[in-house]
């Protein structure tokens, strides 16, 4: 498949994704989104489209040093998806949301930050892996690159203080799917809030990892 080919086909699945999600309530109004690595650069959903509506040939393209070279303007939040690709080997999407659960953990006062999803399901280890709570910046803050930066690549998912979960994969289906799985994830641990849970142990997360070779 020619480069010009593979670029149309990733812009219609970041539309049928990010409508699905949409649809879905995993995202509302113009808030989250998506981008994806092509041959020469970049794909980047605009600043303030919704991702129920997106039109595949107004999708933002970035060169390799990030300059916009096509389509509408990116996301104002641009600098935490570069980040993932230059820490992260491998990367080929990123999907950041303010999905509802996700986004109340990352408002909670007690929420541990190096650990901020909790294992509860195997699913959540083998396409999640562990999640950090990184502080809060305002919206579209440079400051955000920096901090995942920081990461060294270590995580493939991260809450962002007050703001939302952003979530790496190898493509698009497969970084939507673990934003999707993190969000349930975090819907459990407020619906089990303040009750006894049973989390996976260490043998167990083990073994998981050691089968399905999940995200560091």
């Known amino acids: 498949m020619s480069g010009a080919a593979s670029e149309a086909r990733t812009r219609e699945t ?8 949409f649809e879905r309530g995993f995202t509302v109004g113009s808030s989250g989104n998506i981008s994806a690595a092509v041959e020469d650069g970049l794909l980047v959903t605009p600043t303030n489209a919704c991702l129920g509506f997106l039109d595949p040939a107004r999708i933002a393209k970035l060169d390799r040093d990030g300059r916009h070279i096509a389509g509408d303007p990116p996301s104002k939040e641009v600098f935490l998806h570069r980040a993932f690709y230059e820490t992260r080997p491998g990367t080929g999407a990123v999907v950041h949301l303010h999905s509802t659960y996700a986004t109340a953990i990352s408002c909670l006062a007690d929420t541990d930050p190096d650990d901020c999803i909790p294992p ?40 962002l203080a007050n703001h939302g979960p952003v979530v790496a994969g190898k493509d698009v289906e497969t970084a939507v799917y673990a934003a999707e799985e993190l969000e349930e994830t975090a819907k459990l641990v407020l619906v089990l809030r303040g009750q006894p849970a049973r989390r996976l142990d260490a043998a167990q997360i083990e073994e998981l990892e050691r089968v399905f070779s999940p995200p560091r």
């Open 14 to 21: 970041i539309v049928r994704f990010a409508r699905s999600m």
């Open 120 to 159: 509860l399901t195997p699913y959540v280890v083998m396409r999640v892996g562990r999640v950090k709570l990184l502080p809060y910046v305002r919206p579209g803050d440079p400051r955000m690159g920096h901090m995942i930066r920081a990461l060294g690549g270590s995580h493939a998912a991260v809450l």
